[in-house]
């Protein structure tokens, strides 16, 4: 299996801020590789796919990039509505499998 | 717009066999696999595994002996079954499509079920 570590699992962060959050492959995975965003109660959305491609309907603050094995999440200006839990996933091999998450609070 | 809903009891005894269905609206099942990710109270992501519309499956090495999935075209619904379920097996069970392409990411997603495991 593909492990997947995210780093950091918490951190705490201001409206407007710029924040990093960074995902590594145990091999490398390509571009394989997608965002979610899931807020408390609710089902994982996903944010950017294959790596750097923004999901419909999301904010452009979010960006992404990377390939092989390291990737990174940004969101270029926090805003209240970004305060949540992130995933990384990769889908280049079966099991798919998810980074442990990254929890961005206040 | 295509949504998806999971359903099954809320409750199940140790040892016994928990499932679960998805039903898939707004479109056609046809044509896309269908995964089961579940989620420990306040813990991470686990993927179980997918089907495909014509029946091929991949399960999670981790639950591969326990894990059956099964697809309905006709009725627009997937289903999965895991047995000998523990209180391990305690958590929040999703449904989602994976996307074709270059991601196959998971979009969208239903909105959950809690399944505890208890006696």
């Known amino acids: 299996d593909i492990q997947m570590t995210q780093s950091p699992s918490s951190l705490s962060a201001s409206v407007g801020d710029r924040v990093t959050i960074t995902c590594r492959a145990s091999?490398?995975?390509?571009?394989?590789l997608n965002w979610y965003q899931q807020k408390s109660g609710k089902a994982p959305k996903v944010l950017i796919y294959?790596?750097?491609s923004l999901q419909s309907g999301v904010p452009s603050r979010f960006s992404g990039s990377g390939s092989g094995t390291d990737f990174t999440l940004t969101i270029s200006s926090l805003q209240p509505e970004d305060f949540a839990t992130y995933y990384c996933q990769q889908t280049y091999s079966t099991p798919r499998t998810f980074g442990q998450g990254t929890k961005v609070e206040i | 717009q295509v949504q998806l809903q999971e359903s099954g009891p809320g409750l199940v005894k140790p040892s016994e066999t928990l499932s679960l269905t998805c039903t898939v609206s707004?479109?056609?099942?046809?044509?896309?696999?269908w995964s089961w990710i579940r989620q420990p109270p306040g813990k991470g992501l686990e993927w179980i595994g997918r089907?495909?519309?014509?029946?091929?499956?991949n399960y999670n090495p981790s639950l591969n002996s326990r894990v059956t999935m099964s697809v309905d075209t006709s009725k627009n619904q997937f289903s999965l079954k895991l047995s000998s379920v523990s209180a391990a097996d305690t958590a929040l069970y999703y449904c989602?499509?994976?996307?074709?392409?270059?991601?196959?990411?998971?979009?969208?997603w239903g909105q959950g079920t809690l399944v505890t495991v208890s006696s």
């Open positions: 989602a499509r994976e996307v074709e392409g270059s991601s196959r990411a998971l979009d969208p």
């Open positions: 294959a790596a750097s």
């Open positions: 091999q490398s995975i390509s571009t394989y």
């Open positions: 707004g479109g056609s099942i046809s044509s896309y696999y």
């Open positions: 089907i495909s519309t014509s029946g091929s499956t």
